[in-house]
C-alpha cells in the first residue's frame, strides 16, 4: 500500500514533457481528420503556452531526455506534412509571439501544386457537386462497389453531415462517406505511384479534370519551404517523400523514402535533418531500425503520450491538437500532465 502511494508520488513528481501534433492552421470545413486549428484558436494557443509553459526547439527537447535533464512542463511544437497554410499562417504567428516549431515534411508535394491523395479523394468523394450514380472498381484486387443514387447531388443536408462528421470516432454518415472510408482504408497501404493510378481513374469515373482545385490544400513551394526556414525559430524534420504507411512495406521501401526526404530537406535547410515523424504515426521495429541507421536521433509517433525520462527515442509521443480554444487547449495539457 504505501509502495503503491510512493509509486504514485514518483510518478507525479517525474519530469514530463509533451510534444504538440498540429497539421493545418486554416478554416477547413468539412474537416473529417480534424487536423486544422483556425488561426484565431491557434493564436490563444500560443498566448497560453508563452505565459505558462515553457516552449522549447523539439532538437533540444529530444537533446535533454537522452543527455536525461528533461524539465518538466516543457513543450515542442510540431507541424506535419507541409501544408501551405504553415507558411501563411503558422510562421507568422509564430514570429509574433518568438515560439520555436519543427515542420516535417513529405517532399513529394513541395512546390508541385497537388493534393495529397487523401486530400483529393475527399474532394471528389464528399465536395462534388454531383457524381455517378454507382461506384463499382477493383482496387488492387478489392471489390469496392456503392450504390450513390439518393446521393448524386450534394445537397445541403449531405454537407452539413459532413461538416459533423468525425472520421473514426463517428461511423460515416453519409453513402458517400461510407465510400469514402472504404476507399481510404484500401488506397492507404498501397505504393504511392498505385495510389495515383487509382485517384487517376477515380477522378476519371467522377468526371472531374481540374486536379488544382483547392490551392489552399496543397503543399508549400519550394521558395516557402526556403522563407520557412530562414526563421531562426523554424526547424525541419523528415517525414519521407510520399507519406507512406511505413508499417506495409518493406525495410528497402521505407529506407528509400525516409533517405531521400531526409536529403532533401537537408538541402532546403542546409542544416543536419535530425529528427523524424512517421507518416499516419505508422511503424514497425524496421522503422525503428531504419530511422536508427539513417542517422536520426529520434522519432515521433501519432501515440498520446507524454515524454518522461525512460522514453523509447524511437517512438515517441505526441498529442493531436484540434481546433480547439486556448481555454480548451488549457485542459487537455493539464489531463495529458497526469499520465
Ligand atoms: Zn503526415
Known sequence: MIRRLLNNVKKQLEPKALVLMYHR???LEPDIWRLAVNPENFEEHLRLLQRK???????????NLKAKKLRNKSIALTF??????????????LEKYKLPATFFISSGNIGNQAEFWWDELERIILHSEQLPFIFDMQLEGIHVFMNLT????????????????????????????MLFLKVWETLRPLPHTIQQKHISEIRDWSGQTCTTLRPLCHSMTLQQAFALVNSSLVDLGAHTVSHPDLAAHSKTVQQQEILQNKKFLEEVST??????????????PDTMAVAKETGFTAAFTT?????KSGSEPYRLGRFLIENWTGDELDQHLKQWLKM
Open 25 to 27: 492552421i486554416a478554416e
Open 53 to 63: 509553459w515553457h516552449v522549447v526547439p523539439l532538437a533540444e527537447l529530444a537533446k
Open 80 to 93: 506535419d506534412d507541409g501544408y501551405v497554410d504553415n507558411f501563411l499562417h503558422a510562421k507568422p504567428l
Open 150 to 177: 439518393a446521393e448524386y447531388f450534394l445537397t445541403e443536408s449531405i454537407k452539413a453531415n459532413h461538416r459533423q462528421w468525425k472520421a473514426y470516432v463517428q461511423p460515416p454518415p453519409t453513402a458517400r462517406a
Open 303 to 307: 501515440d498520446s503520450r507524454p515524454i
Open 271 to 284: 542544416d543536419r535533418i535530425n529528427l523524424l515523424a512517421y507518416p499516419y504515426g505508422s511503424y514497425t
